[in-house]
């Protein structure tokens, strides 16, 4: 698959690279490429305002405190200015096209917008996109009228959670309670008690009423048994170049037990156009919305199996941003972030197909005022380990690395191979080259596990089995 031939041969590798963020998922990013010897900038979005769609005028303000944890992000680590004054300075350069923009999340619209017309490289979201993401009425529209084998679970919506607990008082199904505001915590119980697991989403409801009533809230089917995998493809000018697979454990305990996280481990791998599970991640409506789309465009589908009775169900959409883990996962497998964006942008696939890349991620279990995240607690690592290692709640203090307390996690760190036990093996070498007093993550067994049936291994074996896509690595 090829892109822009014109747009790849302006590509001068050599770039300077600006990085937008309002709560730092792609900061990370910009820290290793600065590891990697590129000029970077980061571009941070100061007001919650400026990331708050339509959909979402009810969100609740972000506190003081929240905010001066949040812009201090990466400080003494990373030059960083405000959104729009980077904006002014990729604009007014000589040669826009020595710049990549990196948006980080599709809530940055607004400020992709500023840049799209500008001749710089880079992914630029739109409000549509970020729309597909959190509005998930829409997103099942969506996959009602086009993907033919995909269903969607039943589903009611809700704003206020008296009406929730009326409709599970009479229910004796199971359900899922997503909220339609981006950053609302989706709960799974881990019941299967109708009366148990109506408990669970009732206790959610109650503790954070901000959260879920906001922009509202769906109650949705639970799926038996289910197994998940998710594909996404990466396009250039409307031009597919890449397919790839991520299979991740969210839940935060080994086992896929305790509470959703953003993503506590993954293995990624690329996979074929032309594979089944391509076929039925992307129908020909996603490259009509990719045309549609300049620069770097993402779609992916999280796809839900009922491991008995084979039926293939629908989970969500990230349009037009990266996941994260996936994103650095991805970026170990192309052989680092610089290596990806311009292997992306110079119309190449970044994902060797015989290899596979693995991540874990590394939380901070201790609170501290006001139940926050503990900040100023000391992060250490051995040299050698940059390059696997993505931080992500850390500040420089004092020559030192410590926690902001913005945020639970205190790094990612990744690991590549020719088979999935390597990748793990690597990627748990670097969490053993991490000092952090306390840390809780979930070790290289849980992700070599077979021993419960959402495991990342049962899951690759048993979309092999349907045959899902073809693999040009080993398991073991």
Same mark, same amino acid.
């Given at each position: 698959?090829?892109?822009?031939?014109?747009?790849?041969?302006?590509?001068?590798?050599?770039?300077?690279?600006?990085?937008?963020?309002?709560?730092?998922?792609?900061?990370?990013?910009?820290?290793?490429?600065?590891?990697?010897?590129?000029?970077?900038?980061?571009?941070?979005?100061?007001?919650?305002?400026?990331?708050?769609?339509?959909?979402?005028?009810?969100?609740?303000?972000?506190?003081?405190?929240?905010?001066?944890?949040?812009?201090?992000?990466?400080?003494?680590?990373?030059?960083?200015?405000?959104?729009?004054?980077?904006?002014?300075?990729?604009?007014?350069?000589?040669?826009?096209?020595?710049?990549?923009?990196?948006?980080?999340?599709?809530?940055?619209?607004?400020?992709?917008?500023?840049?799209?017309?500008?001749?710089?490289?880079?992914?630029?979201?739109?409000?549509?996109?970020?729309?597909?993401?959190?509005?998930?009425?829409?997103?099942?529209?969506?996959?009602?009228?086009?993907?033919?084998?995909? +269903?969607? %679970?039943?589903?009611?919506?809700?704003?206020?959670? $008296?009406?929730? *607990? !009326?409709? &599970?008082?009479?229910? =004796?199904?199971?359900?899922?309670?997503?909220?339609?505001?981006?950053?609302?915590?989706?709960?799974?119980?881990?019941?299967?008690?109708?009366?148990?697991?109506?408990?669970?989403?009732?206790?959610?409801?109650?503790?954070?009423?901000?959260?879920?009533?906001?922009?509202?809230?769906?109650?949705?089917?639970?799926?038996?048994?289910?197994?998940?995998?998710?594909?996404?493809?990466?396009?250039?000018?409307?031009?597919?170049?890449?397919?790839?697979?991520?299979?991740?454990?969210?839940?935060?305990?080994?086992?896929?037990?305790?509470?959703?996280?953003?993503?506590?481990?993954?293995?990624?791998?690329?996979?074929?156009?032309?594979?089944?599970?391509? +076929?039925? %991640?992307?129908?020909?409506?996603?490259?009509?919305? $990719?045309?549609? *789309? !300049?620069? &770097?465009?993402?779609? =992916?589908?999280?796809?839900?199996?009922?491991?008995?009775?084979?039926?293939?169900?629908?989970?969500?959409?990230?349009?037009?941003?990266?996941?994260?883990?996936?994103?650095?996962?991805?970026?170990?497998?192309?052989?680092?972030?610089?290596?990806?964006?311009?292997?992306?942008?110079?119309?190449?696939?970044?994902?060797?197909?015989?290899?596979?890349?693995?991540?874990?991620?590394?939380?901070?279990?201790?609170?501290?005022?006001?139940?926050?995240?503990?900040?100023?607690?000391?992060?250490?690592?051995?040299?050698?380990?940059?390059?696997?290692?993505?931080?992500?709640?850390?500040?420089?203090?004092?020559?030192?690395?410590?926690?902001?307390?913005?945020?639970?996690?205190?790094?990612?760190?990744?690991?590549?191979?020719?088979?999935?036990?390597?990748?793990?093996?690597?990627?748990?070498?670097?969490?053993?080259?991490?000092?952090?007093?306390?840390?809780?993550?979930?070790?290289?067994?849980?992700?070599?596990?077979?021993?419960?049936?959402?495991?990342?291994?049962?899951?690759?074996?048993?979309?092999?089995?349907?045959?899902?896509?073809?693999?040009?690595?080993?398991?073991?």
């Amino acid at each position: 698959m090829r892109g822009n031939p014109s747009l790849g041969r302006r590509w001068r590798g050599a770039v300077k690279y600006a990085v937008f963020s309002f709560d730092g998922y792609g900061l990370p990013i910009a820290w290793q490429l600065q590891w990697e010897g590129h000029d970077v900038v980061v571009g941070q979005v100061e007001a919650q305002d400026d990331v708050i769609s339509a959909l979402e005028v009810n969100v609740p303000p972000e506190s003081d405190e929240a905010r001066s944890r949040r812009l201090s992000l990466f400080d003494g680590l990373l030059e960083k200015l405000p959104a729009a004054k980077l904006i002014e300075r990729v604009k007014k350069s000589k040669d826009a096209a020595e710049w990549f923009s990196f948006f980080d999340l599709n809530h940055l619209f607004r400020q992709a917008a500023e840049l799209r017309e500008s001749g710089c490289h880079g992914n630029f979201p739109t409000e549509e996109d970020h729309r597909y993401e959190i509005d998930r009425n829409l997103a099942k529209e969506f996959v009602q009228s086009h993907y033919p084998d995909v +269903r969607v %679970a039943p589903k009611c919506g809700f704003r206020k959670m $008296a009406e929730a *607990r !009326k409709f &599970l008082e009479a229910s =004796d199904e199971l359900w899922v309670l997503k909220g339609l505001a981006e950053d609302a915590r989706t709960v799974l119980p881990d019941v299967d008690d109708p009366e148990l697991a109506r408990g669970q989403i009732l206790d959610a409801l109650r503790q954070n009423p901000d959260e879920y009533e906001s922009a509202g809230f769906l109650l949705e089917l639970r799926i038996p048994h289910v197994l998940e995998l998710t594909p996404q493809r990466v396009y250039l000018d409307g031009v597919a170049i890449a397919n790839f697979m991520t299979v991740e454990n969210k839940p935060m305990g080994a086992g896929n037990v305790g509470p959703m996280t953003d993503c506590a481990q993954d293995v990624g791998f690329a996979i074929d156009g032309d594979d089944k599970i391509s +076929r039925l %991640a992307f129908p020909p409506i996603v490259d009509e919305i $990719a045309r549609q *789309r !300049k620069g &770097l465009f993402y779609w =992916d589908a999280s796809l839900l199996l009922d491991g008995r009775s084979g039926k293939l169900y629908f989970g969500e959409f990230c349009a037009n941003r990266p996941g994260y883990n996936s994103l650095f996962t991805e970026m170990t497998l192309a052989g680092g972030a610089a290596k990806y964006f311009e292997c992306a942008v110079g119309n190449r696939c970044p994902y060797p197909p015989a290899r596979v890349a693995a991540s874990i991620r590394v939380f901070n279990p201790h609170l501290g005022d006001e139940g926050r995240p503990l900040a100023g607690a000391r992060l250490e690592y051995k040299a050698g380990a940059e390059g696997d290692l993505w931080p992500i709640d850390v500040r420089k203090d004092r020559g030192r690395l410590v926690t902001a307390g913005y945020k639970d996690t205190v790094a990612v760190v990744t690991g590549v191979g020719h088979s999935v036990t390597e990748a793990a093996t690597r990627a748990q070498r670097r969490v053993d080259e991490l000092s952090f007093e306390g840390a809780y993550y979930r070790p290289k067994f849980d992700l070599l596990s077979r021993e419960y049936p959402t495991s990342i291994l049962n899951r690759i074996e048993y979309g092999l089995r349907r045959g899902f896509y073809r693999l040009g690595f080993g398991l073991t």
